[in-house]
């Protein structure tokens, strides 16, 4: 159950409800967020919301039966919509997509990108500047300088950042410097972090575990609702399953299911979902067609020269291609 209280209600009346749920055996939770005030009271027993509904502060009740309850689409009129400032919006019919290079790898890496993104009106830059790598012994990206150095002619060009944070400490060092923070697939279960992450006013996108469950995907989320920050995103990236033809396994089941589940924005990754790079396009436009908000894919001038994921990266020209495809594809939908 979640109550919607109205702004400014003081301790007193939120203890009154807390007074009245309490022998109904309700465990209730006090959530502040950027937007809104909530009372999420966790319990089995049924009773008549008309006997708390009428109390002062209240401002509405919604009956949820998720085990997740601030990201599930039952209470929400609206979809979410996660804004970025200057014009730049995420989800709710804005199509959304974000390119660029796996790793950020140096200044003339990130003017050249910046430059294909302005060329094909894309105002969103991905990038790593700590990468967790399977083998130690692999690029681990740029670090907190390398991400002062792509802000400063990001912003300049008016481009918007999401990066990956990897842990707690990272925070407060990036967060000037970022626009949306990204959960990655390795840590969608770190919950320190997610919990800490709960408590900025900054964007977050979580990614989907590798072997992680949709509804895990959504709790994870949840974490970080109930703990103050509602500007999330979803992503799914494929799978990791017994088959090896290609990276990971990408679950287009899971973009449907998601948009009936929550009211969060969708975002897909083909480049990690399948981890080909002749058949990223493909990918990403199934996800396209079947309802996300958005993608997010990797491109360098060079993915032969580049520091990770050579094998998924498209080159300009194919990234191109497939911005333009997607273009008319949204038309469509």
């Not at 500047?129 to 740029?142: A, D, E, H, I, W």
């Not at 498209?314 to 990234?319: C, G, H, K, P, Q």
Request: net charge negative.
């Amino acid at each position: 159950m979640i109550i919607q209280l109205e702004n400014g209600t003081d301790e007193r009346l939120i203890q009154k409800v807390e007074e009245k749920l309490s022998p109904l055996k309700y465990e209730v939770t006090h959530v502040k967020t950027q937007f809104g005030d909530y009372l999420i009271g966790m319990g089995k027993k049924q009773f008549d919301i008309r006997g708390i509904g009428h109390l002062e502060g209240i401002k509405d009740i919604h009956i949820v039966s998720d085990d997740y309850q601030l990201v599930s689409s039952k209470w929400k009129v609206s979809n979410t919509v996660v804004h970025l400032g200057d014009d730049v919006a995420i989800g709710c019919g804005n199509f959304s997509m974000m390119a660029g290079p796996c790793s950020i790898e140096g200044e003339e890496n990130i003017m050249d990108t910046i430059n294909f993104l302005k060329a094909n009106n894309i105002n969103i830059m991905r990038g790593g500047v700590y990468k967790p790598r399977s083998s130690p012994y692999s690029f681990r990206g740029l670090g907190i300088e390398g991400l002062k150095l792509w802000h400063k002619m990001a912003k300049e060009n008016e481009i918007k950042i999401i990066t990956e944070v990897m842990q707690v400490s990272q925070i407060e060092a990036m967060y000037d410097y970022v626009d949306i923070f990204q959960v990655g697939a390795r840590n969608t279960q770190n919950f320190n972090l997610l919990d800490e992450l709960g408590k900025q006013d900054k964007p977050v996108m979580i990614k989907r575990g590798i072997s992680g469950t949709i509804n895990e995907l959504l709790h994870s989320a949840e974490y970080i609702f109930s703990g103050g920050n509602e500007r999330l995103l979803l992503c799914e990236r494929g799978i990791r399953t017994y088959e090896e033809a290609s990276r990971n396994t990408f679950d287009i089941n899971a973009i449907p299911i998601l948009k009936q589940k929550t009211h969060l924005p969708i975002i897909a990754d083909p480049s990690h979902g399948i981890g080909i790079r002749d058949h990223v396009d493909a990918i990403a436009m199934a996800a396209a067609a079947a309802g996300a908000d958005g993608v997010i894919f990797e491109t360098h001038c060079r993915p032969e020269e580049a520091f990770s994921d050579r094998q998924q990266t498209l080159d300009f020209a194919e990234a191109g291609r497939l911005i333009n495809k997607l273009n008319r594809l949204k038309e469509v939908i």
